[in-house]
């Protein structure tokens, strides 16, 4: 089993940032490949920023990028979402994810992750 628990959500205003934590537990962290994902109300569940097992190689949601970054700290077990210049539309809760199947690349579908946190909530305040 693989734990995950994301934390570093709040409140915030247009244009302001936050940074998003996920630890991770019960299986070997660098295997997976981690990803962010997040849902808004009445919206169904959005791709946000996905990152490979070394961290070298990145993907993002057309949305997001310029905005966002995601790293990870394989040491710590860690993987984080910078996010920067929010904007109301970025309200959602956010939540962290783990694939540890081997893909050609990044998975930007929900349904390729198997390993959910339970989510932390954004709101950018206009």
């Known amino acids: 089993q693989v734990q995950l628990v994301e934390s570093g959500g709040g409140l915030v205003q247009a244009g302001g940032s936050l940074r998003l934590s996920c630890a991770a537990s019960?299986?070997?962290?660098?295997?997976?490949?981690m990803g962010w994902f997040r849902q808004a109300p009445g919206k169904e569940r959005e791709f946000a920023a996905a990152?490979?097992?070394?961290?070298?190689?990145?993907s993002y949601a057309d949305s997001v990028k310029g905005r966002f970054t995601i790293s990870r700290d394989n040491a710590k077990n860690m993987v984080y979402l910078q996010m920067n210049s929010l904007k109301p539309e970025d309200t959602a809760v956010y939540y962290c994810?783990?694939?540890?199947?081997?893909?050609?690349?990044?998975?930007?579908?929900?349904?390729?992750?198997?390993?959910w946190g339970q989510g932390t909530q954004v709101t950018v305040s206009s």
């Open positions: 994810a783990a694939d540890f199947l081997s893909r050609s690349g990044l998975g930007i579908y929900s349904y390729e992750y198997a390993y």
């Open positions: 019960g299986r070997t962290f660098s295997s997976s490949t």
């Open positions: 990152i490979s097992r070394s961290g070298a190689t990145t």
